[in-house]
């Protein structure tokens, strides 16, 4: 069982910047993509960034892309998400999610069927 735990929500302002981290503890032998989520107030739950075992390829939502890099450092087992110039509608609980297949695919990256393993959440707010 893979456990997942995310890290470095909370309140800001408009512009300012967060980084997300999630780190993955258990049996995570033969993980694939990581990846982030989110569920704004209201809303369904939306796709964010995903980024491949290796690091060398990532996917954004378009809402995000330019602004929010996806990483991560398999020597710990963790991914981050750095997200810069945040905007309200950037408000909403982030999620850490985990694959057991390693997806070179835009479209199977962004499915959250996609992924077997789930974190908590942590909360970002955006203050306009």
């Known amino acids: 069982q893979v456990q997942l735990r995310e890290s470095g929500g909370g309140l800001v302002q408009v512009g300012d910047s967060l980084r997300l981290s999630c780190t993955a503890s258990?049996?995570?032998?033969?993980?694939?993509?990581m990846a982030w989520f989110r569920q704004g107030p209201g809303k369904e739950r939306d796709f964010v960034a995903s980024?491949?075992?290796?690091?060398?390829?990532?996917y954004y939502a378009d809402s995000v892309k330019g602004r929010f890099t996806i990483s991560r450092d398999n020597a710990k087992n963790t991914v981050f998400l750095q997200m810069d110039s945040l905007k309200p509608e950037d408000t909403a609980v982030y999620y850490c999610?985990?694959?057991?297949?390693?997806?070179?695919?835009?479209?199977?990256?962004?499915?959250?069927?996609?992924?077997?393993?789930w974190g908590q959440g942590t909360q970002v707010t955006v203050s306009s």
């Open positions: 999610a985990m694959a057991g297949t390693i997806y070179y695919n835009s479209q199977l990256a962004s499915r959250d069927q996609s992924y077997y393993y």
């Open positions: 258990g049996r995570t032998f033969g993980g694939g993509n």
């Open positions: 980024i491949v075992k290796n690091g060398d390829t990532a």
